[in-house]
């Protein structure tokens, strides 16, 4: 069985540097999910839809880096993007949206999570390690 202690890593400032990334990639990604939203009026959502994103988007992809924080950078941002996507769209599901918002939304939460996790896992990865 694994041991809380296990997971995290040994320097609290790597925790830090694991929330700030967490929270860049989520913001980054609502504010592509934002402009999505405003290219359809049946894409509309209301405000709180955004800052329930960043807060539990945010959460989901900071437990994700570290749990996988010793995988290569692209495999956590793949990750990260997949399974945030999928917890994401779980949500939506009980709060009602309709089924084809769903669908057509996982792929675009997967795609504007994945490209700013790409690219700042990329560049900052050696510090949460």
Known sequence: MVKL??????NKINLL???????LIIILA??????IHTLEEEYA????????????????IFIILVIFRKLHSSNK???AALITSILLEVKYTLQG???IFLIIFIFIH???ILL????????FDKYIK
């Open 30 to 35: 609502t504010g592509i999910d934002y402009y």
């Open 110 to 112: 997967f795609g504007a």
């Open 17 to 23: 540097w694991m929330l700030l990334l967490a929270l």
């Open 97 to 99: 949206y309709p089924k």
């Open 77 to 79: 941002a793949i990750i």
């Open 116 to 123: 700013p996790a790409w690219i700042l896992l990329g560049k």
């Open 45 to 60: 959502v209301p405000s709180v839809y955004f800052t329930n994103k960043i807060i539990y988007g945010g959460l989901f």
């Open 5 to 10: 202690k296990q997971l995290l890593p040994k």
